[in-house]
């Protein structure tokens, strides 16, 4: 099948090459014409695990390039889009200005059959408005939503844990003819992971533009929740890590991503549920996502608390001390740098007076472009050299085993704050480490 990928950013690059591994033949469109030169280079723009390897596997088979000219669309069957939809400055709300233009440079290029399918995460309403100007045209809107971990996403679109089709229905929720038709289409784009078993979602347009945005807002809220316990447990004493353990065990809670720590950051969790906020606010129901408001707080409030750790463990005040920080990047296996927790607390130690060195196995160049008043390491050792605190904040493998001799031998004094609740506080503390923790003892 002819397929086209508008928006080759993180999300349309893995797009772009899954789809041609699965024999796909695919043309990624973008307007950055630097991306689209490492792309049909066969470089990966930004660090996911996998891609290279996938982008080197298609390259010789002819079945994917890349190009600025949206005029390369014509002629495929199914247009997928996959454009940004960030929060807006200033507000809650989603920009949609990135859809709104892919959606009108492709539009003049369909043609009659052919299936535009939106992988964007877009306020409910916007698959309606995109779908009316369709009319007349012959082609058809599908929205099929991505559910993508950075990290894994590779995994996660050549073996997804499920698909979704928003289809055009009757009055009665019944698919029209179009539907039926769009619907057969991707079908055989998803031929090999349906044929995995792959569980299919076939729903309306408002559904499945909720389903991502509903499962951010859920996993967000989970996450949170053992955070709010974590605050609890500090003022009691209690360990937030065995109390979590104790809940998991409830197969109605699930012990998955019940971990306390700096909380959660990256380019779909905060800015997702913000706009989730703002448009419940727009269809008059705004009461009905207000929990979300104190979800976003309880995160925030932790990269606060995390510099309050550093300062106790740095007796009082980290003014003109030296901060290692361990991560830059928002989640390990990521170079992505989005509202990242790490450097969040990263900017406001320095602000408050500490010097603050910043080390990350990925994510340093971007960090660099983004706070250039940091300073900047290759390595933990690096970083840590002479420092009066170390404050874990992203939890790579490398970070998780670092052996707490070999990094006392390097730091002025041996103090350390675990963000991420992975480290052993027994083996830390008999090497003569201070060590803290959010929510623990």
Known sequence: MRISVIGCGYLGAVHAASMASLGHDVVGIDVDAGKVARLAASTAPFYEPGLPELLAEVSGTGRLTFTTDMAQAAGAQVHFLCVGTPQKHG??????????????????????????????????????????????????????????????????????????????????????????????????????????????????YATSQLVKVAANSFLATKISFINAMAELCEATGADVTSLADAIGYDARIGRRFLNAGLGFGGGCLPKDIRAFMARAGELGVDQALSFLREVDAINMRRRVRMVDLAREVSAGSIVGKRVAVLGAAFKPNSDDIRDSPALSVAAQMQLQGAHVTVTDPQAVENARVKWPDLKYAASALEAAQDADVVVLATEWDEYRDLVPDELGEVVAHRAIVDGRNVLDPKAWRAAGWTYRALGRP
């Not at 009055?171 to 031929?191: K, Q």
């Open 91 to 204: 507000e809650f709300r989603a920009d949609l200005s990135y859809v709104e233009s892919a959606f009108e440079a492709l539009r003049p290029h369909l043609a009659p059959g052919d299936v535009v399918a939106g992988k964007s995460t877009v306020p409910v309403g916007t698959a309606e408005d995109l779908a009316a100007r369709l009319t007349g045209s012959g082609a058809v809107l599908v929205w099929n939503p991505e559910f993508l971990r950075e990290g894994f996403a590779v995994q996660d679109t050549l073996h997804p844990d499920r698909l979704v089709y928003g289809l055009p229905t009757d009055d009665e929720g019944v698919p029209t003819p179009e539907g039926d038709a769009a619907r057969a289409l991707l079908d055989e784009v998803y031929a090999t992971p349906l044929g995995e078993g792959t569980p299919l979602v076939v729903t309306d």
